[in-house]
T-cell receptor, first 112, second 115 residues
Framework: SQKIEQNSEALNIQEGKTATLTCNYTNYSPAYLQWYRQDPGRGPVFLLL?????KEKRKERLKVTFDTTLKQSLFHITASQPADSATYLC???????????FGQGTTLQVKP | ETGVTQTPRHLVMGMTNKKSLKCEQHLGHNAMYWYKQSAKKPLELMFVYNFKEQTENNSVPSRFSPECPNSSHLFLHLHTLQPEDSALYLC??????????????FGPGTRLTVL
């Protein structure tokens, strides 16, 4: 069956370090993958999209990689700040339908 | 107002009540969605409307009834809910058709508690 896995354990890092979050998927061949940020009690906010033919995408301190062979995306936040503390969700398109299927998210805590 | 708005933000209801959640998008999008988010679980897609037509109903119990009167408004009518229906209900919108890259814009959600 189709599955998206994000590390369910919280990631705790020190301010200024690089945070790396992982999204693994099985039995999908997504055309693209998206990353969202969600703060407690709020709706997710779109951050980045990476297409299947792109290896890497950057936006300010954010970097996303997409390895369709490994079926994995990595999400990096460089020079992390306490304000980056949130839950980060990856999402894949399901079976060319345009519907998004979300992972359960990884909570990042950046300590000053 | 900008983006996607949802009302109410919090709702407490008994199992015999009838209530409605409202969503409005100010982005000119042509697709709207209802998601359910329970603690420690992924977002669950409930309903999809494209151009006001329901295109998806992910085996959602009939005690949840969506309504989309136009491309900017979406409702979720609730009746005889169960305590396990307590969750954060999120509305989202996107523009589909011109691009396959379905970036979705979410509202702040309605925190529903069923007693």
């Amino acid at each position: 069956s189709q599955k998206i896995e994000q590390n369910s354990e919280a990631l705790n890092i020190q301010e200024g370090k690089t945070a790396t979050l992982t999204c693994n998927y099985t039995n999908y061949s997504p055309a693209y993958l998206q990353w969202y940020r969600q703060d407690p009690g709020r709706g997710p906010v779109f951050l980045l999209l990476i297409r299947e033919n792109e290896k890497e995408k950057r936006k300010e301190r954010l970097k996303v990689t997409f390895d369709t062979t490994l079926k994995q995306s990595l999400f990096h936040i460089t020079a992390s700040q306490p304000a980056d503390s949130a839950t980060y969700l990856c999402a894949l398109e399901s079976s060319n339908t345009g519907k998004l299927i979300f992972g359960q998210g990884t909570t990042l805590q950046v300590k000053p | 107002e900008t983006g996607v708005t949802q009302t109410p933000r919090h709702l407490v209801m008994g199992m015999t009540n009838k209530k409605s959640l409202k969503c409005e998008q100010h982005l000119g999008h042509n697709a709207m969605y209802w998601y359910k988010q329970s603690a420690k679980k992924p977002l669950e897609l409930m309903f999809v409307y494209n151009f006001k037509e329901q295109t998806e109903n992910n085996s959602v119990p009939s005690r949840f009834s969506p309504e989309c009167p136009n491309s900017s408004h979406l409702f979720l009518h609730l009746h005889t809910l169960q305590p396990e229906d307590s969750a954060l209900y999120l509305c989202a919108s996107s523009q589909v058709g011109t691009s396959r890259y379905n970036e979705q814009f979410f509202g702040p959600g309605t925190r529903l508690t069923v007693l």
